[in-house]
T-cell receptor, first 113, second 113 residues
Framework: AQSVTQPDIHITVSEGASLELRCNYSYGATPYLFWYVQSPGQGLQLLLKYFSGDTLVQGIKGFEAEFKRSQSSFNLRKPSVHWSDAAEYFC???????????FGKGTRLHILP | DAGVIQSPRHEVTEMGQEVTLRCKPISGHNSLFWYRQTMMRGLELLIYFNNNVPIDDSGMPEDRFSAKMPNASFSTLKIQPSEPRDSAVYFC???????????FGPGTRLTVL
């Protein structure tokens, strides 16, 4: 069965510092991969997605993610975080375009001023 | 364009009462998903529809939960009778047939006393 692992429940970084959130998936073929962000009291918003092509994917809000097949990883990065990036981030996987999405447990990002 | 619309945004009810949550997907989207989010269990898929037909309801916790999609622009999730353990945020999401990503509504925060 497919699964998504986000090993860090909480991450704290200083404003202006770089960020990397980890995500590992378990699936035989190359799945569809997503990162969503959820601000407090809000629904989930899509940051970026990957299913083929260039393994470095650019998203909204200055985020990017890199697909590494050999490591079954899809880590999210941002070179310089802003206080407004404080939120919960979800990695997700789907085996194909039409299937349901499996979400990780989420990583809550805290920003120090 | 309007996003996914959910109502009510907040619902407080007493144990044993019937609760109905409503969702209007994005126009032109043909898949609709109902999720439940709690601190303990994270984000869980309850049921999803393609072209108004339920495809996978394996996440529906009990017979007390039911979902309908009478047409392409409206869906309901009903809990009858409600119990305190049903307290959670319920999200609706929709997806276009030709795309993989889902778009989430703002959620309904349900509190069962």
């Amino acid at each position: 069965a497919q699964s998504v692992t986000q090993p860090d429940i909480h991450i704290t970084v200083s404003e202006g510092a770089s960020l990397e959130l980890r995500c590992n998936y378990s699936y035989g073929a190359t799945p569809y991969l997503f990162w969503y962000v959820q601000s407090p009291g809000q629904g989930l918003q899509l940051l970026l997605k990957y299913f083929s092509g260039d393994t470095l994917v650019q998203g909204i809000k200055g985020f990017e993610a890199e697909f590494k097949r050999s490591q079954s990883s899809f880590n999210l990065r941002k070179p310089s975080v802003h206080w407004s990036d404080a939120a919960e981030y979800f990695c997700a996987v789907a085996p194909n375009r039409d299937d349901k999405i499996i979400f990780g447990k989420g990583t809550r990002l805290h920003i120090l001023p | 364009d309007a996003g996914v619309i959910q109502s009510p945004r907040h619902e407080v009810t007493e144990m044993g009462q019937e609760v109905t949550l409503r969702c209007k997907p994005i126009s032109g989207h043909n898949s609709l998903f109902w999720y439940r989010q709690t601190m303990m269990r994270g984000l869980e898929l309850l049921i999803y529809f393609n072209n108004n037909v339920p495809i996978d309801d394996s996440g529906m916790p009990e017979d007390r939960f039911s979902a309908k999609m009478p047409n392409a622009s409206f869906s309901t999730l009903k809990i009858q009778p409600s119990e305190p353990r049903d307290s959670a945020v319920y999200f609706c999401a929709s997806r276009m047939q030709t795309r993989s990503e889902q778009f989430f509504g703002p959620g309904t925060r349900l509190t069962v006393l």
